[in-house]
């Protein structure tokens, strides 16, 4: 399907002096061109929406242009009215990108979602993409046919076959806390059929959020601790013979309910045997768990704390991902990490 506009009404947020985040309490609406619309279900039978979009940048860690991915998913209700012509200026909150006034074919999912594109000439609206839309999405309103499976669907190419999680994150991050290398190391079978991935995350850094004026005294403990500034947090995926039992484990790094400002949260640290978490979501399929780095000193869940924010959306297999896909175990990219910084 093409690729459509996006508006969500949401606060303004800011970043404060020592890297708070916060909402301002002034909404405004927020416009993201080339996204693309899939539908999904939860485990509790709501419908889904999934919207993403992309952008191409040179990263310097990894040499070479990228895509970073984004995503918002939120659960619709009710069936919405058919798309409207009206008069509309794009980006009306960012003067340099202001478009318009012009018509535009819009979609109105709820009091904070629209999904739109701009007008056609020669080209009636019944048979523009938004219009397909609003059929697929009152479909499967009004006659449920997609699985409440909770697997987060998209279109990837290449697939992949090995067990690999996707990874989500805020994408407001802007203080450099993003994620650099992600290395699944498959530990030995057992004897019926089940076994543990060790998944260890490589971040670029972990600025204090909460504590933000701690950061530099932070950053210099770090150094003498582990010769270097980058984050490595780990956690397992445990692989049952039925896949309805598979889990993670989050030993000292589980989030619980805590969101992106939180910078001293290790859930699930004491006392042994750290407990294990169903997996709540998968993308594409079971190969893929997914998992959300939901705090600032990159505590993770299952589940998502900060779902009103747009996500970096971490597929690692992905040749143009801005991540490296590694197989490393924790204890060999520690000594690489220590090798490189000595």
Not at 17 to 27: D, I, P, Q, R, V
Request: proline share 6%; glycine share 4%.
């Amino acid at each position: 399907m093409e690729a459509v506009w996006f508006t969500v009404k949401e606060q303004r947020w800011k970043i404060g002096l020592f890297g708070k985040f916060s909402w301002t309490g002034n909404e405004e609406l927020w416009d993201s061109d080339n996204c693309t619309i899939s539908i999904a279900r939860t485990l509790k039978d709501q419908c889904l929406i999934v919207v993403r979009s992309n952008q191409t940048k040179y990263s310097h860690y990894m040499q070479k242009d990228v895509v970073l991915r984004y995503m918002l998913g939120f659960e619709i209700y009710k069936v919405p009215h058919e798309p409207q012509t009206e008069t509309y200026t794009a980006r009306n909150n960012i003067p340099e990108k202001r478009t318009g006034p012009k018509e535009r074919w819009v979609l109105q999912l709820d009091d904070k979602h629209w999904i739109w594109e701009w007008a056609q000439k020669d080209k009636d609206i019944t048979n523009s993409t938004i219009y397909q839309l609003y059929h697929e999405i009152v479909h499967e309103l009004v006659h449920p046919s997609i699985n409440p499976d909770n697997i987060i669907k998209a279109q990837v190419e290449p697939q992949s076959v090995e067990l690999i999680p996707i990874i989500y994150q805020p994408s407001i991050d802007a203080l450099k806390n993003f994620v650099r290398e992600v290395h699944c190391a498959k530990e030995p079978q057992n004897p019926d059929g089940s076994y543990t991935i060790e998944v260890s995350v490589l971040f670029e850094n972990e600025r204090l959020r909460q504590h933000g004026i701690l950061n530099s005294i932070y950053e210099c403990i770090r150094r003498l601790i582990y010769g270097r500034t980058m984050d490595l947090e780990t956690f397992k995926i445990n692989i049952a013979k039925n896949p309805q039992n598979n889990t993670f484990v989050f030993e000292g790094i589980y989030s619980g309910n805590n969101e992106i400002n939180a910078d001293s949260i290790h859930g699930d640290k004491a006392p042994p045997p750290p407990p294990k978490h169903p997996i709540k979501y998968y993308f594409m399929n079971q190969n893929h768990p997914v998992v959300f780095v939901n705090t600032s000193n990159h505590a993770m869940a299952e589940h998502d704390t900060n779902n009103r924010l747009w996500k970096w959306e971490y597929i690692p297999w992905l040749s143009d991902a801005p991540i490296k896909l590694g197989s490393m175990t924790r204890k060999e990219l520690e000594a690489s990490l220590k090798k490189s910084n000595s």
